[in-house]
């Protein structure tokens, strides 16, 4: 439902922006606001789980979750959908705190590739369902049912997990959460959406960055150090700067900067370039989360058979040729060729994810595996936000540099192409970093 929501939001995003009037630096935040909720506030429930229980804390995320989604469908403005996204992100963060922690406890060390295939399987459904969905509504009964769709699939896995979601608890987290520590976190991670923001939205205001810039750092200082002095830090910084968590770590992030830079962009290209409507969009979309889908669980086969040696790095590297492809793809208005491009990304991805996060969690002490949980999903939202961002920067900078200051659908099919294709060569230069920071000369580990 999760990966469904994010998926309808990117492909309804041009005609929010149209409806709302407002420029795509400034609609971002229906995204942005999202994830920089969960990046601020999953460690905070991922050290409750131990005390709260692992499924208790997962109902009760699907239920604010399914309150939010209702609540964004009632907005008629930008700002109060904003906050009800935030409402969104809080459940969301509850939920996501504990997932991967709960898989890993439920999968032998033998069967977690596999675990790991079926669970990128399943996004990728939720990939293949949104843009297709997301299209079909927004077509025929407008945006705010985007959200309304969650209101039914919500309440039905409520129903589902008071009846059979029976996990036992990860390991009990201390008596006392750093609440100090949580609220330097969420200023900083406040203070990094609205500098991303502000780049968005050219020309930059030098005092608006400088203060976000300067508040962001502070914030940051400050909280290194109150994890350092604190005995119940929420993040244990001595686990999280070893070798073996930093360098698939780094991969990750700047993986899913470089997939949402996609994402995000692509219902842009097809409406503003080739005049799709939203329907037709989604069914470009369906491409890559069908190769995704495809190829997870034999990927996770092999992975888990033959544990080969820089299989994430592969994975990813080839995720950047396709970019390559798709930029070319898009400067030349060529769409078989972005299609190809999307298949091969597809595939590509199902050979990274999963065991880049299996030697993400294997990284850090079993006993942590709630906080390692956590740590994995805000390492994935941090490349999203990052992704988000960079779409919009990208695009924005470029137009800027051309004298153009309209809407982008507006700018029409003479000028767009070559902008997106630099946006996407841009994000196969990020997957080429991503798969530097993948690549390892011992093999990972079981």
Do not use: H
Not at 367 to 373: C, L, N, Q
Not at 384 to 404: E, K, N, P, R, T
Request: glycine share 10%.
């Amino acid at each position: 439902m999760a990966v469904l929501d994010n998926n309808i939001v990117a492909i309804a995003l041009p005609t929010i922006t149209a409806v709302f009037g407002v420029p795509l630096g400034l609609s971002q935040w229906i995204a942005t606001a999202y994830m920089m909720t969960i990046v601020a506030t999953v460690l905070i429930f991922g050290t409750l789980a131990g005390r709260i229980g692992v499924s208790r804390l997962f109902i009760a995320g699907l239920a604010v979750f399914v309150i939010g989604s209702f609540a964004c469908g009632l907005s008629g403005s930008l700002y109060p959908l904003i906050a009800a996204r935030i409402l969104q992100g809080l459940g969301a963060a509850m939920m996501m705190s504990i997932s991967m922690a709960i898989v890993m406890q439920v999968f032998p060390a033998d069967e977690r590739g596999r675990a790991m295939g079926y669970i990128t399987a399943t996004v990728a459904l939720g990939l293949i369902i949104g843009p297709a969905l997301g299209g079909i509504l927004v077509d025929s009964f407008g945006w705010p049912f985007i959200f309304f769709v969650n209101i039914p699939i919500g309440c039905a896995l409520l129903v589902l997990a008071f009846r059979y979601l029976r996990v036992p608890s990860v390991p009990a987290g201390p008596t006392r959460i750093d609440y100090p520590g949580a609220v330097l976190l969420i200023f900083v991670m406040t203070a990094l959406a609205f500098l991303l923001n502000e780049l968005a939205n050219p020309p930059v205001d030098s005092f608006r960055f400088a203060v976000s810039a300067g508040a962001g750092i502070a914030a940051l200082v400050l909280f290194v150090y109150r994890e350092k002095t604190t005995d119940v830090p929420l993040i244990d910084l001595s686990l999280v700067t070893t070798r073996a968590f930093v360098l698939p770590a780094a991969s990750l992030v700047l993986y899913f900067t470089a997939t949402f830079i996609l994402i995000i962009l692509l219902p842009f290209y097809f409406e503003g370039v080739m005049g799709y409507a939203p329907t037709q969009v989604g069914l470009i979309a369906f491409v890559m989360p069908i190769a995704m889908m495809a190829g997870s669980p034999v990927c996770g086969w092999v992975y888990d058979k033959y544990c080969p040696k820089n299989y994430a790095a592969f994975g990813v590297l080839g995720v950047g040729i396709s970019f390559f492809l798709c930029g070319y793809g898009y400067a030349t208005v060529n769409i078989w060729l972005v299609i190809l491009a999307l298949a091969l990304a597809g595939i590509c991805r199902s050979v990274y994810q999963g065991p880049n996060t299996i030697e993400i969690m294997v990284s850090l002490p079993k006993e942590k595996a709630g906080i390692a949980s956590s740590l994995l999903t805000i390492l994935q939202d941090l490349g999203i936000m990052f992704g988000i961002s960079a779409a919009a920067i990208f695009l924005v900078i470029q137009l800027d540099a051309l004298g153009y200051t309209g809407a982008v659908l507006s700018a029409g099919p003479d000028v767009l192409p070559p902008l997106f294709g630099n946006a996407m060569y841009a994000g196969g230069l990020i997957c080429l970093a991503s798969a530097a920071f993948s690549f390892r000369r011992d093999r990972p580990k079981p």
